[in-house]
């Protein structure tokens, strides 16, 4: 049996890459309190807007861009409903993800009836013809850019310990003169705008379309990414590779002989098999932020 | 002597008023500029004299502010001056309103009324960002410090933009700050692992790092050791030589005389005087915030209350000779054990004082006691039944009533103080498979009476003062008629009325025959209520001596680990 490991690294990149920056997203959010269940419908709101963008203005940049606006609104959304209205954050995060899910399917089969989608202007590979490099240009965005900023930011910038504070003690955090929903209402924003760009790296780079379902349960994933990484940066990074590896494993397993008898849904299972064992091997003595789950009031 | 409305400062020395005038000329970071940049001539208008001629402009005016939560005034009108460089302590029963008061001055509370002046100007605040902005600092009751974070980046919070932190700079920022106070404190530490004076001191340095003019310290003492107190103080008074103005809140009437200038009262939301300290005998303080002369529990009130006599002459079928039993309790801790080989009997209708400088096991063995550890080794009986390592819901079954020193955690917050006060003892008010809510309510209301609580047995009990909680914890342990009691730290936090009450009830229940252990870092409350005393070091217990006519100097010996050989040796 052979493992073509330079394609198997090549997959993981781009698998992984909606994953990063999902879980980016939930890192921010769950660093300032909020567990942003609304992240599974965000990301599939980003992958419906970025190829409704890109169709319509004919350009996959302008769908990106569109797709990122419309994270932006779905982060606020899940504000109002924790920060402002203080509604208990699973009941307004799943309600998030069924409306904003909803609202994609039902506008879809509206414009494009039943039928199948049309194909858009989607981003192309850099470095076409070298094996691993061969990359979409938001895979490097991603890893090079967005991973090392957020890092940063959450590490050495006052935003990171301000979000961190808010996150831990948010009476602490007012006390100190910061504005604890601002703070909030920021970290939903941008982790939105994160997790759609998620989204969008489905529509407009894996797959040049939209389908219903198209998110398949990732937004999920990097939950527990978020979790098995404890909260940090690059462990999520780590686990967003690692279910991507397996993931892209699974598919060369499939059409190689050995692996003939393995029926196909076990191995498409494998890759969740592996977070679950991940966070039954990791999630013991987890510290969550101090505030976790907490709507901050002040008395 | 309420000078607040006669005293107008003249508007013409006023400073600019975006707020207080900076303390350091040099800018934030220059601390040790401050000493040098402040007028001097203003500090020593107030200064120790306490006189309320003094011609400085005050730092706070606070005129006629109200506060009510629903139907309940807090604050009723209250009028109080703050001078630069003075200490002026707040005195009042629980309840009475100080907390809320100080919280207005922060911005955490919104005031119903009334005007907030700073340095002459009247200022709205409406956040602490307000009120830091203003000069002013806090250190709440309950400190708000990141627990997860360094020392450094605790300091930092406030004053970070959105950038990057300067953290080599912050380093240098506490540094400065600690040197103010004449201490020591490592920026890199996290704040968790600090002790509760370092913690506090860590709010100090954070309020001072902001440039505060006016630091506001809410029973600051009430969690400190005495070492930590007499540091508190020698800070406080480097602070005020430095011009800023401190207001003090304290329930212990030997701390306010000794370190306040000016004293006011605040009994049910209203200033009923302010004095100068000087002027002031503890004795009349208490009567100014009770309303009538108050005494507090001594000795001869213990022997009146009767004891053991009495105890021994119980019927036959007495519970055995020791209630409360533990021997060779062995608790693994960090680093060292934390206990260390405890045995330790109580009889029925005696008071077992445990003293010691807080850290030296005392947490440990009342947990150990309550169910809430498990020892590594050793037994613990209550009332001849084997409660060794078993759940809280057992050894309150046995016959142990518990009261901890953490109230916050004894309380479902969220829950009402009806619930609240029936949580250790569902069974009895059940019907059916139902809670019997009427039963429920009467009981509360016969406690909320007995244990003169002040709140409504509807009341979420996150919202009590912190004295009316723990009365709350003393009348669900006490209802229970345990055989024997642990006790915990019983009054901190208790103004003197409230810490008169809880004493009489330890005594009575002693009278009843229950075997009482009494752990507790206030010698005073010891010696006055125990029988005997055994002094815990390091986890284990190094001397005991009876109390009546015990030696204080011999007693602090023993609390600093020399044993009670050794001690009655130097
Ligand atoms: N958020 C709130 N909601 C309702 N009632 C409140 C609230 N905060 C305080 N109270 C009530 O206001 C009264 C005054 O409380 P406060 O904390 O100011 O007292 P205190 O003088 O500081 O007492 P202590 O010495 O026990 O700390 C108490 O009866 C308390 O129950
Ligand atoms: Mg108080």
């Known amino acids: 049996m052979t493992i073509a490991y330079l394609a198997l690294l090549t997959a993981m990149l781009t698998t992984a890459t909606p994953l990063v920056l999902a879980a980016l997203g939930e890192v921010i959010t769950e660093r300032a309190g909020i567990l942003n269940l609304g992240i599974e419908g965000t990301m599939y709101v980003g992958a419906f807007t970025g190829f409704l963008g890109a169709e319509l203005f004919g350009s996959a940049w302008w769908g990106l861009l569109i797709a990122i606006v419309a994270g932006v609104l779905a982060g606020l959304l899940m504000a109002v409903l924790t920060v402002t209205l203080g509604v208990n954050q699973h009941v307004a995060g799943i309600g998030t993800t069924l409306l904003l899910i909803a609202a994609c399917d039902f506008t879809s089969r509206l414009k494009y009836g039943g039928g199948t989608l049309p194909q858009i202007p989607k981003f192309g590979q850099l470095f076409a013809d070298v094996p691993v490099a061969s990359q979409f240009l938001l895979t490097y965005v991603t890893f090079l850019v967005i991973v090392p900023a957020a890092w940063y930011a959450l590490r050495a910038t006052g935003m990171g310990l301000k979000l961190g504070a808010v996150g831990e003690n948010p009476e602490a955090a007012d006390a100190a003169g910061i504005s604890v929903a601002r703070v909030r209402y920021a970290a939903l924003a941008i982790g939105g705008a994160l997790m759609a760009m998620g989204g969008a790296f489905l529509s407009l780079a894996m797959l040049g379309s939209f389908t219903l379902n198209i998110t398949n349960g990732r937004g999920w994933v990097a939950i527990a990414l978020v979790i098995f990484a404890r909260w940090r940066v690059w462990p999520a990074v780590a686990g967003g590779l690692l279910f991507a590896a397996v993931d892209a494993l699974q598919l060369q397993l499939v059409v190689t002989p050995e692996f003939a008898a393995v029926p196909r849904e076990v191995m498409i299972a494998l890759p969740y098999l592996v977070v679950i064992i991940a966070l039954a091997v990791s999630g013991r003595n987890l510290r969550y932020p101090g505030a976790y789950l907490q709507p901050y009031r002040r008395t | ?570």
């Open chain 2, 1 to 570: 002597m309420n000078q607040s409305q006669s005293d107008r400062p003249g508007r013409g020395d006023m400073p600019a008023p975006g707020g207080l005038p900076p303390a350091s000329s040099v800018g934030s970071a220059g601390f040790p500029g401050s000493l040098i940049g402040y007028d001097a001539a203003r500090a020593s208008g107030a200064g120790r004299s306490g006189s309320p001629e003094a011609r400085a402009v005050p730092l706070v005016q606070l005129r006629g502010i109200r506060k009510s939560f629903g139907d309940l005034l807090v604050n009723d009108g209250v009028d109080l001056t703050l001078l630069p460089g003075e200490v002026h302590a707040l005195l009042g029963e629980n309840g009475a309103g100080k907390t809320t008061l100080m919280r207005i001055l922060y911005g955490l509370t919104r005031p119903d009324g009334g005007v907030i002046e700073i340095a002459g100007a009247a200022r709205t605040i409406a956040s602490p960002g307000d009120a830091i902005g203003a000069g002013i600092g806090m250190v709440t009751q309950h400190f708000s410090l990141v627990g997860r974070m360094t020392v450094t980046d605790n300091l930092l919070l406030s004053r970070a933009g959105a950038g990057r932190l300067d953290r080599r700079a912050g380093r240098r920022m506490v540094a400065a700050a600690a040197e103010r106070i004449g201490v020591h404190v490592d920026p890199d530490a996290v704040v968790e692992k600090l002790s509760v004076g370092e913690q506090q001191r860590v709010e100090i340095l954070k309020a001072l790092s902001r440039d505060c003019r006016v630091l506001i310290l809410d029973e600051p003492t009430a969690v400190l050791v005495p070492q930590d107190v007499a540091a508190l103080f020698a800070s406080i008074r480097l602070l005020t030589a430095q011009g800023i103005g401190v207001l003090f809140i304290s329930h212990k009437l030997g701390e306010v005389s000794e370190i306040s200038d000016r004293v006011s009262v605040l009994r049910r939301g209203r200033i009923i005087d302010t004095v100068p300290t000087a002027g002031a005998t503890p004795a009349r303080l208490a009567e100014m915030m009770v309303g009538r002369p108050t005494v507090g529990v001594r000795r001869d009130d213990r022997d009146a209350a009767g004891g053991t006599e009495l105890a021994d002459a119980a019927p036959p079928s007495a519970p055995p000779k020791d209630v409360l039993s533990v021997r060779g309790l062995r608790l693994a801790g960090r680093g060292k054990e934390a206990l260390a080989g405890v045995t330790l009997s109580v009889a029925p209708g005696e008071i077992v004082g445990v003293a010691g400088v807080s850290g030296n096991g005392q947490t440990e063995l009342v947990q150990v006691l309550c169910g809430l550890a498990k020892p590594t080794a050793g037994t613990v009986t209550v009332n001849g039944i084997d409660v060794t390592g078993a759940d809280p819901e057992k050894v309150i079954a046995a016959g142990l009533g518990r009261i901890t020193e953490d109230r916050h955690a004894c309380v479902v917050g969220k829950l009402t103080v009806a619930q609240n006060l029936v949580m250790e003892d569902l069974p009895r008010f059940r019907r059916g498979p139902f809670l019997d809510r009427t039963a429920i309510r009467a009981h509360a209301e016969r406690l909320i009476e007995e244990f003169s609580i002040k709140a409504k047995p509807d009341d979420p009990i996150s919202t009590l003062s912190g004295g009316n909680m723990q009365k709350v914890l003393l009348a669900r342990t006490l209802a229970r008629d345990p055989v024997a009691l642990v006790v915990s730290q019983p009054t901190r936090g208790l103004d003197i009325g409230a810490t008169e009450f809880v004493h009489r009830q330890l005594l009575a229940r002693r009278a009843a025959g229950a075997a009482v252990l009494l752990v507790s870092e206030d010698l005073e409350e010891l010696l006055a209520l125990a029988d005997r005393i055994v002094v815990i070091y390091e986890g284990a217990l190094v001397g005991e001596l009876p109390a009546a006519g015990a030696d204080i100097e011999r007693l602090g010996l023993m609390m600093a680990g020399q044993s009670a050989q050794s001690g009655a040796a130097a």
